[in-house]
């Protein structure tokens, strides 16, 4: 297996199955920090540079309460607007990562660009995680799936999941590389404009992936283990912001989770959403067994507290 020391985190394509299991078998081991809600000194010293040039609220904050916990620092800068790489000069990706490989020991970016953290990378000499790029990859949020599912249901292995949502979306991408690494069969579903692209369906045929497209939620919804959920009212992640502008559409049936829907579930699936959502996921869905949304949360801090500590080589 590759050593994570000094390793970019830059996308789930490649990702081998025992690297899986290593970032798990370390995240279980941090795990216990963060559920005492205590610090470390693992990461004393080290500090975290965060360049995000797209909003976000869960991705931020879980790597910079995970560096905190891990005893580490963070800097950096949450709107570009307020950089030169947001203002007037528009600053290059390669001379802004070549100052911020100077002001830390590794740098988190989101993009509304597609491989502009592949492309911070080239030129920095620290490592890069990836926390989204454009419609590109998310590979922290699905690792985090990941370890999610693993911990509720035990495996990874001969499980079925159901992917409802925008099948453009970075999440879906990852978590698509990511199942092929695993015993597990998918079915797809999408509006038509939002569905899989035949690029991408090559990709993961040759990936041996199992899968299905279906019409509707329901004709699935018996045979899944884990739902899997994205929007399919999305903003514009091609945008470095895109803000709602009076009423926006509400999703169709076909695309929506409702404690009425669940009732014709497995008894144990799991209901996952990387959030925030919108009408697709009921709030009703909240309060009944199969919600395991806020469970990401936690397991979030804890998947970049290991990631961090891997990448920074201290969890070798």
Known sequence: MRSF??????????????????????????????????????????????????????TRLAHESAMLRLGGQVTG??????TRAGDFYQESI????HMLEFYGDVIVMRHFEQGAPAEAAKWASVPVINAGDGWGEHPTQVLTDMYTILKEKGTLDGLHFVLVGDMRMRTMHSMSYAMSQFDITASYIAPEDMSLTDEFKKEIDELSLEYEEVEHIDQVIDKADVIYMEPVVQPDYTKSRDERTGDVGKTPSNYQVTRELMKKAKGD????????RMDELSEEVDYTRHARYWEEAFNGVVMRMALLSLVLGKME
Not at 77 to 82: H, T
């Open 5 to 58: 020391a000094g390793r970019d985190i830059l996308s789930l394509k490649g990702f081998e199955r025992a690297e899986y299991f290593r970032v798990f078998e370390t995240a279980d081991r941090l795990a216990q920090i963060a559920r005492d809600r205590r610090s470390s000194d693992l990461l004393a010293g080290k500090i975290l540079v965060t360049a995000f040039y797209q909003p976000s609220t869960r």
């Open 77 to 82: 800068f949450s709107d570009a607007k307020m």
């Open 94 to 97: 390669k001379d802004t990562v």
């Open 269 to 276: 699936s799991i209901v996952l959403h990387s959030l925030p």
